[in-house]
């Protein structure tokens, strides 16, 4: 499975960004998907889950009500739309898989990782 991210950028804090990460080689709609972030210096954290379907979803505390994870399993596509930016949530953002059926927060946990996308927010 090949992760695919893309969309980040240089905004203004008070601003939006939406991530794409689109999958090939697997069955996309089998997997969990998961945005992290990693900051310099700093552990890749998690950020955001959905399930396979993308009724379920999970945030961080720190994200929770500003950024919204979905996915378009008929475009093998995960998104993260983030508003109200701000300079902390700058970072490199990852999308991952993971081919459980069960949600976690645990990077271990994840199967397939993308190659990153950059975000920075400006003060």
């Known amino acids: 499975v090949q992760l695919q991210a893309s969309g980040g950028g240089l905004v203004q804090a008070g601003g939006s960004l939406r991530l794409s990460c689109v999958a090939s080689g697997g069955i996309f709609r089998r997997y969990q998907m998961a945005w992290f972030r990693q900051a310099p210096g700093k552990e890749r954290e998690f950020t955001a889950d959905?399930?396979?379907?993308?009724?379920?979803?999970w945030y961080a505390d720190s994200v929770k009500g500003r950024f919204t994870i979905s996915r378009d399993n008929a475009e093998n596509t995960v998104y993260l739309q983030m508003n109200s930016l701000k300079p902390d949530d700058s970072a490199v953002y990852y999308c991952?898989?993971?081919?459980?059926?069960?949600?976690?927060?645990?990077?271990?946990?994840?199967?397939?990782w993308g190659q990153g996308t950059q975000v920075t927010v400006s003060s």
């Open positions: 959905t399930n396979w379907s993308g009724v379920t979803t």
């Open positions: 991952a898989a993971d081919t459980s059926v069960s949600f976690s927060k645990d990077r271990a946990s994840y199967d397939y």
